[in-house]
């Protein structure tokens, strides 16, 4: 899930693996002729409790343990519904995140949270 758009999203993703039905991310509308149109907004990650509301929509359809791993506060938003939130501070700390979250990864590699997933 990301507040990205799908289809910079679906190389990483489909490079590792995950199903495209698993994927949350805004998409883009574009004419016959590729250009942009608007963005879906049926899609509910621009509103400001749009993660959230995947996530819970996650946890009814698919009962699996969640965890979020973000830099923002809407990150942090979804985190609150899930069993666990990590702040992913490698790239950029928040401190008003970091403070809240259950663990903060420093490391650039998001691997620093495998021990915690596991």
Not at 61 to 88: H, L, P, Q
């Amino acid at each position: 899930m990301t507040g990205g758009y799908r289809a910079a999203v679906l190389k990483t993703t489909n490079f590792l693996g995950i199903d495209p039905d698993r994927v949350f991310a805004n998409e883009l509308i574009h004419d016959k002729n590729g250009n942009f149109i608007d963005l879906d907004w049926t899609i509910p990650l621009w509103k400001p409790q749009g993660k959230t509301d995947i996530v819970n929509q996650v946890i009814k359809n698919y009962r699996y343990t969640t965890v979020i791993i973000g830099d923002g506060m809407t990150d942090f938003e979804a985190g609150k519904v899930s069993e666990m939130f990590i702040c992913f501070a490698g790239v950029i700390r928040r401190e008003r995140v970091a403070n809240k979250a259950d663990h903060v990864i420093s490391n650039r590699s998001l691997m620093a949270c495998l021990p915690l997933l596991i």
